[in-house]
């Protein structure tokens, strides 16, 4: 089976870091913030996505604080990789039943340390894909989705 997530949105070389950034940040907030899909019956959204401020684009393209090298309190670079792959944390939900029937590189585990939690592991060609979800009463929020390199 042909895997179903989308090719990464590279920067063009002729893109600087920070163009590409601008653009990234404005399609996350146009199509990937406030996106929804199910998972085990509820709905799944970002945490963050409804505050207006961009706590919930800084979340997703930088990750957490204490992860990088910060001035003045704030990162210095969001991490490339989240950005080229915004689409797969929908995508991976999205097709997450078809997945789980046909492919081994697919798990989904509860958290040990957190019975909330549920963590979801893709392997896709060389990269490593975690999503971690938290169960609401009435909802899954996803409240961090990252590479493992």
């Given at each position: 089976m042909n895997c179903f997530l989308?090719?990464?949105k590279y920067r063009d070389s002729s893109q600087s870091k920070t163009d590409y950034e601008k653009m990234m940040h404005t399609y996350f907030n146009d199509n990937i913030k406030n996106k929804t899909c199910t998972f085990k019956g509820k709905p799944v959204r970002?945490?963050?996505s409804n505050e207006n401020n961009d706590k919930c684009y800084?979340?997703?393209a930088y990750g957490g604080e204490r992860y990088h090298s910060k001035k003045n309190d704030k990162p210095l670079y969001p991490d490339m990789r989240r950005l080229e792959r915004f689409d797969w944390i929908f995508?991976?939900?999205e097709n997450i039943e078809t997945c789980c029937k046909n492919c081994s590189s697919l798990?989904?585990?509860k958290d040990r340390s957190?019975?909330?939690?549920t963590i979801i592991n893709c392997i896709?060609?060389?990269y490593r894909i975690l999503l971690v979800l938290v169960e609401r009463e009435t909802e899954y929020l996803i409240?961090?989705?990252f590479l493992v390199r």
């Open positions: 989308s090719r990464p970002l945490v963050y800084n979340k997703f995508e991976i939900l798990s989904i585990t957190h019975k909330n939690r896709y060609n060389k409240i961090t989705a």
